[in-house]
């Protein structure tokens, strides 16, 4: 009894000395602000006065007032941009400062104590950090291994440890509301606590609660291609996203501005949008393939990712082979012998000759194409050639020029001062007629070169593209598209591009790894993706993005495999583990409601029971609520027959913004998405294969609540 007494005492002890450690760091952060606010202002008022003195020195010199703007805006905005992020980052940690301690000893100097938080703040008269940025490389121990010995990766090399105590902090509005200490790992408490919120908030408090397994691959080298293959709910986007900021941190004047994030489609894009801003991180490109490649294209659009997940999913076998070619290795094979055979005989040579001169022969055009320029892009090949004759014409035109004017001095000058009156005439106009005929033989002798003019890569695609089912371009084509551009034309970014990340990047073929690669020339990417989520066929015996390694050069390329769910319940894991024939899902054990799953026999009873559980779900407070169905046809057929009982928006394009409380969403747009509660609406109209992979992916989104409906085809109302 006395032991559990002194416990609860000690307890209470370490609880009243962390409340007066965040008191103090608070305060320390408030002080923070309101000196970051003065240096703000006294930037401004340094700026505004040596504006003025430097204007009236220099009035009458307006080169000199001009280039001093242009020097003192890009001055106030660097420093308005430092402190206006630094002010933000400190604004966030006065509600919240930390969320973890770690207590450790580093060789002889003693034990040393670290207070870990979203940001990092060392006070100007401090060399002590008051909190660590979770990004720094010390951090590493709060989330790897458990107590005793360990280490860290520092700039000098690896730095033994050994850990004597981790605790965690949930912090609210300022105030400790809870405190767990840790003997193992990251302590399952506040896992649990995260785990079991609603969706909205869940991805900006991950920081807290990420594995050791997720920080080994956020933390993996900058110049390291990460794929990571995890089954639903395991981290994946969370991980991506994470590992952006942790770049961005420790090699911030590298990779600033430098990184891209392709992601599935808009919904998912706008699901992510606040992640990296809560992080504290602005200016990361965040697209789609789909919109990055239209605007390189200069293309209005393609069938969409929509109609092809439609088309497919209506069982037509062969537009599912042509799927299967053309986003498989075979595919890139055609199209790389397509482009050698363009090398070798798209463009022919010939003698050029202008006023009886050889201005090129056919043997040094084709020495120019075969061997001299032949490292170029072919269609950069021909115009460099068309420059070079251009050029030498230009000489030829130059130099008869100058033999008529000339003969024109040398006739003008054979003429005394009375007979050039009579004749001054004739000479000038027959000076101009020759020079006419000289530009007229060359605009047709340049006209004989147009078989030098490169034609449009995307008209050459729809010929190659003639030969298929699907005659129109559409998202699949975009990868070949760009790669052609590539290969032909030599098209690169504009903008430098050294990081890619790729969510949801099971769907990728072959080719968009390759034209994305190809197209930004980045050093590294971070591609994440669930090969169980792969709805559409394959050729090969693998997808693609664990295939990188094989097909793209100049990577140093890291796979990790995820096989642990921290999203779902187990009830919810366990059920959509049935629908794996390969790799399960191991469940976090975090328990909950039973998976219900029953049968409707006709309409009425599916918009009862869709009802029933709608409300049942509402009534338990959670916020997001989605109805999935297996294709678009069904999420309308759905829609009319709730519709009497249950309001619903459905979500029947990729660039809708979804805030609704209750929606209906196709199967392919659900990808990468997560839901507060799930029903899901199983009409089970194709193969086995396809349907379980289909439900795998519908049943996953779930993160509290499921319900499955198994229904006959539903009938139009």
């Known amino acids: 009894m006395s032991n559990e007494i002194n416990e609860e005492i000690k307890k209470q002890l370490e609880i009243s000395i962390e409340e007066g450690k965040l008191s103090d760091t608070i305060r320390i952060i408030n002080e923070e602000i309101l000196k970051y606010i003065e240096k703000r202002k006294g930037i401004s008022e340094y700026i505004l006065d040596y504006r003025k003195k430097f204007i009236e020195e220099y009035r009458d010199d307006e080169d000199k007032v001009i280039e001093y703007f242009d020097h003192e805006r890009y001055v106030k905005e660097e420093a308005f941009k430092t402190i206006d992020r630094r002010l933000k980052e400190l604004n966030i940690l006065k509600v919240s400062p930390y969320f973890g301690r770690v207590d450790f000893r580093e060789g002889d100097f003693g034990v040393e104590q670290i207070y870990i938080g979203r940001f990092g703040v060392t006070p100007e008269e ?31 090399g690896k730095v033994e440890v050994s850990v004597l105590q981790k605790r965690q902090f ?32 869940k991805l900006k408090d991950i920081i807290m609660t990420i594995q050791k397994e997720q920080d080994d691959i956020i933390r993996q080298s900058r110049t390291e291609t990460v794929v990571v293959d995890g089954v639903a709910g395991s981290g994946k986007t969370t991980i991506a996203l994470h590992r952006v900021a942790y770049l961005l941190y420790n090699y911030r004047k590298i990779l600033e501005d430098k990184v891209l994030i392709l992601g599935p489609n808009n919904i998912f894009m706008e699901y992510i949008s606040t992640v990296l801003p809560s992080l504290g991180e602005s200016g990361v490109l965040q697209t789609t393939f789909k919109d990055f490649v239209l605007d390189i294209l200069d293309i ?80 950069r090949r021909c115009k460099k050639v068309k420059r070079i004759i251009f050029s030498r014409l230009k000489d030829v035109r130059d130099e008869e020029f100058r033999r008529i004017q000339k003969e024109y001095d040398e006739e003008k000058a054979s003429y005394s001062k009375d007979e050039l009156i009579f004749h001054i005439n004739n000479l000038d106009f027959n000076r101009k007629l020759k020079i006419r005929e000289l530009i007229q033989e060359l605009i047709e002798i340049k006209k004989t070169l147009e078989f030098l003019n490169p034609p449009d890569v995307i008209s050459l695609y729809e010929e190659i593209n003639s030969g298929f089912i699907s005659k129109e371009l559409t998202e699949i084509d975009l990868g070949a598209l760009l790669y052609l551009k590539v290969k032909l034309e030599g098209i690169k970014s504009p903008r430098e591009v050294k990081h890619i990340v790729i969510d949801e990047a099971q769907d990728y073929s072959l080719m968009q790894f390759i034209a994305i690669k190809e197209y930004t020339r980045a050093v590294s990417m971070t591609i994440v993706g669930d090969s169980n989520q792969r709805i559409l066929p394959m050729k090969d015996n693998k997808p693609p993005m664990l295939a990188v390694d094989e097909f793209i050069s100049n990577f140093n390329t890291k796979e990790f495999t995820l096989n642990k769910s921290y999203r779902s319940t187990r009830e919810i894991m366990e059920y959509s583990n049935k629908f794996l024939k390969a790799q399960s899902i191991v469940p976090l054990v975090r328990s909950g409601d039973s998976v219900v799953e029953v049968e409707a026999q006709n309409n009425e009873e599916l918009s009862k029971l869709i009802e029933t559980y709608v409300d049942t779900m509402k009534n338990k407070e959670l916020e997001n609520v989605a109805i999935i169905t297996r294709d678009l046809e069904d999420a309308y057929k759905i829609k009319s027959i709730i519709s009497n009982n249950v309001s619903a928006k459905v979500i029947d394009r990729e660039n809708v913004v979804h805030r609704d409380s209750l929606i209906i969403i196709p199967s392919y747009f659900a990808k990468g998405l997560e839901f507060d509660g799930v029903v899901v609406v199983n009409t089970g109209k194709q193969e086995l294969i396809t349907e379980d992979k289909l439900m795998y992916v519908m049943c996953t989104r779930a993160l509290h609540n499921l319900f499955v409906i198994k229904t006959s085809e539903l009938v139009d109302q």
Do not use: C
């Not at 950090?129 to 990766?153: H, M, T």
């Not at 200490?181 to 990251?186: E, K, Q, R, T």
């Open 126 to 156: 401090s060399f002590e950090p008051l909190i660590v940025d979770w990004r720094a490389p010390i951090s590493s121990i709060f989330y790897n291994g458990g107590i005793g010995e360990g280490y860290y990766e520092a700039p000098k």
């Open 170 to 201: 949930i912090i609210k509005k300022g105030k400790l509301e809870g405190l767990f200490d840790s003997a193992v790992d990251v302590k399952d408490d506040i896992l649990q606590m995260m785990l079991s919120k609603n969706s909205s908030d």
């Open 300 to 379: 209005d659009n393609v069938i969409s990712l929509k109609d092809i997940m439609e088309r497919f999913l209506t069982g037509d076998k062969n537009y599912e082979e042509e799927i299967s070619y053309k986003t498989s290795i075979e595919y890139k094979h055609f199209l790389d012998e397509y482009v050698d055979k363009l090398n070798k005989a798209y463009f022919s040579s010939k003698n050029i000759e202008f006023r009886k001169r050889k201005v090129i022969s056919s043997e040094e055009m084709e020495k120019m194409f075969s061997h001299e320029f032949y490292m170029l892009p072919l269609f």
